[in-house]
């Protein structure tokens, strides 16, 4: 289907992402991080469900792996779930302080020397991130 | 949004398929068609279905149904319907 001139946009949710972040408002929209970790984990158990239930075709088409690491159906907990990050969880990241104060209720930070980063003049924070996941087990 | 308006889901059963595996030049990695069986903190069980090539659907729409009443929201057409 085509999509009407009026309603065609560019593609800017990686530039919207970057822009939140670098406003560092105070106050935050709605999803929080915290609320955003818990939507993940939800997506993360349906995608290990599919892995485990569906057929062995689809399971290869699904995720390109073979039958022989698949574990029988269990109910998944989801506070053992592996989270789903953009980033590895050992990630080093470069944050604007209101943004580490935000965070810092879910994840553990190191700083780390500052680094030059291109397009910024000054040098630029560097923190080694620690997701804590005692401290965001769902209620 | 389940979550938000329901609280967390805290267990689920999922089954998912790819149906066309290619599509406009595209591998297609994300299955097309996905049902969920889902359990809520509070009690309430879900039942979820996602259909990316289901033809001629009625429209994203989500039902509650509850002891008090029933809420039917119809996504594409903006419009709740309630009978207590």
Redesign the interface.
């Known amino acids: 289907m085509e999509v009407p001139t009026e309603l065609a946009r560019e593609w800017t949710v990686e530039n919207d992402f970057l822009d939140a972040v670098k406003a560092g408002d105070d106050e935050r929209p709605?999803?929080t991080f915290e609320?955003g970790l818990?939507?993940m984990r939800?997506v993360q158990?349906?995608?290990d469900?599919?892995l485990v239930?569906?057929g062995s075709r689809?399971r290869r088409?699904?995720f390109g792996a073979s039958d022989r690491r698949f574990k029988p159906?269990r109910?998944?907990d989801?506070n053992k779930l592996r989270l789903q990050t953009a980033a590895p969880l050992r990630h080093v990241i470069a944050l604007r302080k209101a943004t580490e104060d935000h965070l810092s209720r879910s994840i553990t930070f190191r700083a780390l020397p500052p680094q030059q980063i291109k397009g910024v003049d000054a040098p630029v924070e560097v923190l080694r991130s620690r997701i804590e996941l005692n401290r965001i087990r769902?209620? | 949004m389940l979550?938000?308006w329901f609280g967390?889901?805290?267990?689920?059963?999922?089954?998912?398929?790819?149906l066309y595996?290619r599509s406009r030049g595209y591998s297609v990695?994300i299955?097309d068609a996905?049902s969920?069986l889902?359990h809520f903190?509070n009690g309430a069980e879900g039942v979820l279905e996602f259909s990316g090539i289901h033809a001629h659907a009625t429209g994203d729409c989500l039902e509650v149904y509850g002891s008090a009443g029933t809420l039917v929201y119809d996504f594409t057409a903006d419009v709740i319907k309630a009978v207590e």
Do not use: M, N
Request: charged share 20%.
């Open positions: 709605y999803p609320d818990r939507y939800v158990a349906v995608a469900s599919v239930t569906s689809s088409k699904l159906w109910p998944p989801l769902l209620a | 979550q938000r967390d889901i805290d267990g689920l059963f999922a089954r998912g398929k790819i595996p990695i299955p996905l969920v889902c903190a």
